[in-house]
């Protein structure tokens, strides 16, 4: 094993061969991706370092994004609950109405830089796809969003969103017709078109550089948090805990990033599924997943007893994918963080209380987090603090919401 360093950034920690602690991510391509993959390698490594991107970027986080994002306690949630006191990073101020919108313009400013007039990208729950329209919108390039067809129905406002801000939808209805075949659509529409085209992966997932181009664009809100904290509390409290929702991973990671060498309790909350079958969930890590290859990267992923990628089963699209990050499949491997399978029905009615108590619509995939939030908080003493990251708004989720709930909209 490798053990993680300390004022590396995790998305850096990885060795010659694309990989993080020598098993996890690195890049299985065809042979044709090899060099446009070796060409935004250099491109990233070199916009990194160039004052001139690095402002153009950050003016428009400022701007367009409405960064930074808010950072509060949830009073009367840490009063109902009683035990720790509860916080929130509401990333979901942004806009866009989610974190997402992060990754999306920080590859279309690289799309830009590489003289790229199309980005071609994936969504699940609508939110990356909407982030790339926006930020393709904005920076005056073309957007084409694959998305399954179960998505495309179950978040229909985000689907008509995509489409208003001028993108090209391709509804995928092949496979389990969701996030994962999405994926793989918008990637193979890329090793077609790569010399016209730039892929931009909406989670942290995918080949080696695809991973770390996200996982750098969401560092913002750890960065932003750690600053936050120590204006907040005068420095980074000892009895923090962190707890996070997970599916390709991009938010956790995001939140994760600048704190991962604080001393705090890392929590990911994968999707449990319907709490009355154990078999259908979208929790790799959780439940003990075996190494495999699925996009372009090795990671902990679902598979059935041959050894192909399991179909998923969660309320929330945005969680409904069979792997995991690769720096998360490390990270587990590591025992640096921990990872739970909150329900449906915990979320829903975690998303229930949280909006009756304080007035905050959390979409399903952090209305995982607020689960396991509500079920260790009580147990803990008040001198703990837990923050938990907001990531999506739940307008997208209202149909979904509704069904679930027996409520006539």
Same mark, same amino acid.
């Given at each position: 094993?490798?053990?993680?360093?300390?004022?590396?950034?995790?998305?850096?920690?990885?060795?010659?061969?694309?990989?993080?602690?020598?098993?996890?991510?690195?890049?299985?391509?065809?042979?044709?991706?090899?060099?446009?993959?070796?060409?935004?390698?250099?491109?990233?490594?070199?916009?990194?370092?160039?004052?001139?991107?690095?402002?153009?970027?950050?003016?428009?986080?400022?701007?367009?994004?409405?960064?930074?994002?808010?950072?509060?306690?949830?009073?009367?949630?840490?009063?109902?609950?009683?035990?720790?006191?509860?916080?929130?990073?509401?990333?979901?101020?942004?806009?866009?109405?989610?974190?997402?919108?992060?990754?999306?313009?920080?590859?279309?400013?690289?799309?830009?830089?590489?003289?790229?007039?199309?980005?071609?990208?994936?969504?699940? +729950?609508?939110?990356?796809?909407?982030?790339?329209?926006? +930020? +393709?919108?904005?920076?005056?390039?073309?957007?084409?969003?694959?998305?399954?067809?179960?998505?495309?129905?179950?978040?229909?406002?985000?689907?008509?969103?995509?489409?208003?801000?001028?993108?090209?939808?391709?509804?995928?209805?092949?496979?389990?017709?969701?996030?994962?075949?999405?994926?793989?659509?918008?990637?193979?529409?890329?090793?077609?078109?790569?010399?016209?085209?730039?892929?931009?992966?909406?989670?942290?997932?995918?080949?080696?550089?695809?991973?770390?181009?996200?996982?750098?664009?969401?560092?913002?809100?750890?960065? =932003?948090?750690?600053?936050?904290?120590?204006?907040?509390?005068?420095?980074?409290?000892?009895?923090?805990?962190?707890?996070?929702?997970?599916?390709?991973?991009?938010?956790?990671?995001?939140?994760?990033?600048?704190?991962?060498?604080?001393?705090?309790?890392?929590?990911?909350?994968?999707?449990?599924?319907?709490?009355?079958?154990?078999?259908?969930?979208?929790?790799?890590?959780?439940?003990?997943?075996?190494?495999?290859?699925?996009?372009?990267?090795?990671?902990?992923?679902?598979?059935?007893?041959?050894?192909?990628?399991?179909?998923?089963?969660?309320?929330?699209?945005?969680?409904?994918?069979?792997?995991?990050?690769?720096?998360?499949?490390?990270?587990?491997?590591?025992?640096? +963080?921990?990872?739970?399978?909150?329900?449906?029905?915990?979320?829903?009615?975690?998303?229930?209380?949280?909006?009756?108590? =304080?007035?905050?619509?959390?979409?399903?995939?952090?209305?995982?987090?607020?689960?396991?939030?509500?079920?260790?908080?009580?147990?803990?003493?008040?001198?703990?603090?837990?923050?938990?990251?907001?990531?999506?708004?739940?307008?997208?989720?209202?149909?979904?919401?509704?069904?679930?709930?027996?409520?006539?909209?």
């Amino acid at each position: 094993m490798i053990k993680i360093k300390k004022g590396i950034p995790l998305y850096d920690q990885f060795d010659k061969n694309g990989f993080w602690g020598k098993v996890f991510g690195s890049s299985f391509i065809p042979e044709t991706l090899f060099q446009p993959l070796e060409d935004l390698t250099k491109t990233f490594e070199k916009l990194r370092k160039n004052k001139k991107f690095l402002k153009e970027r950050d003016e428009m986080y400022a701007k367009f994004i409405g960064r930074p994002t808010p950072f509060f306690k949830l009073n009367n949630l840490s009063k109902y609950l009683g035990g720790a006191q509860i916080y929130a990073k509401h990333e979901a101020m942004a806009n866009s109405q989610s974190h997402k919108l992060n990754n999306a313009l920080l590859h279309c400013l690289i799309a830009k830089y590489m003289n790229k007039k199309i980005v071609v990208g994936d969504t699940g +729950a609508g939110m990356a796809g909407s982030g790339l329209a926006m +930020a +393709a919108a904005a920076t005056g390039l073309k957007a084409i969003i694959f998305q399954g067809e179960k998505d495309y129905l179950r978040q229909a406002p985000n689907s008509m969103r995509m489409r208003l801000l001028g993108a090209e939808i391709h509804v995928v209805k092949s496979g389990s017709r969701q996030l994962v075949d999405a994926v793989s659509e918008s990637i193979r529409y890329f090793v077609a078109n790569c010399d016209k085209v730039h892929l931009a992966v909406g989670s942290s997932v995918g080949p080696n550089i695809y991973t770390r181009i996200c996982a750098y664009a969401q560092s913002v809100i750890s960065k =932003e948090l750690k600053k936050q904290i120590k204006e907040e509390f005068g420095k980074i409290p000892k009895n923090l805990t962190l707890v996070a929702a997970v599916g390709g991973g991009s938010s956790s990671l995001g939140f994760w990033m600048h704190m991962i060498d604080t001393g705090a309790k890392l929590i990911g909350c994968e999707a449990g599924g319907p709490a009355k079958y154990k078999n259908k969930h979208a929790a790799p890590l959780t439940y003990g997943s075996k190494l495999g290859i699925l996009h372009g990267a090795a990671q902990y992923v679902m598979q059935d007893k041959n050894f192909q990628i399991a179909e998923t089963d969660s309320v929330s699209a945005g969680l409904d994918y069979p792997g995991c990050s690769a720096i998360h499949s490390w990270l587990k491997q590591q025992k640096a +963080a921990t990872y739970v399978a909150p329900s449906d029905e915990s979320a829903l009615e975690a998303f229930k209380l949280c909006s009756r108590l =304080e007035g905050i619509q959390a979409s399903l995939e952090p209305s995982h987090a607020l689960a396991h939030v509500c079920k260790i908080a009580p147990k803990m003493k008040k001198t703990d603090k837990i923050i938990t990251l907001i990531c999506g708004n739940a307008m997208k989720d209202f149909g979904i919401i509704a069904e679930k709930l027996g409520v006539k909209i």
